[in-house]
């Protein structure tokens, strides 16, 4: 099992920036890719960022024109991931979710953190 726990989300005007940071605990050498995903209201959950291998040997991906302003970064000796998010925009407002999979096929979800972008 991996638990995974977000946090660093709020309330910020147009143009700021954030970090959201999800930490994972548990069965963590089991864990092979790491990712953020967003859901607004009404709209399916989008990928943001995925991290392949998290050991270092993946690729780093990213949704539609995010990848201009938001970078996802590991700090491993913390088992965290980091969502840099900057110029954010109202149609970033969203629900951010951690997402975790195992080496083995199965995945996990954290609880989610409120980001909201007010004009």
């Known amino acids: 099992q991996v638990q995974l726990v977000e946090s660093g989300g709020g309330l910020v005007q147009a143009g700021g920036s954030l970090r959201l940071s999800c930490t994972a605990s548990?069965?963590?050498?089991?864990?092979?890719?790491m990712g953020w995903f967003r859901q607004a209201p009404g709209k399916q959950r989008d990928m943001v960022t995925m991290i392949t291998d998290i050991t270092g040997s993946g690729a780093t991906y990213y949704g539609n024109s995010l990848k201009e302003r938001f970078t996802a970064s590991t700090d491993n000796a913390k088992n965290t991931l980091y969502l840099q998010m900057g110029s954010l925009k109202p149609e970033d407002t969203a629900v951010y979710y951690c997402?975790?999979?195992?080496?083995?096929?199965?995945?996990?979800w954290g609880q989610g953190t409120q980001v909201t972008v007010s004009s």
């Open positions: 997402h975790a999979g195992t080496r083995t096929g199965q995945t996990y």
């Open positions: 548990g069965s963590i050498d089991s864990i092979k890719a």
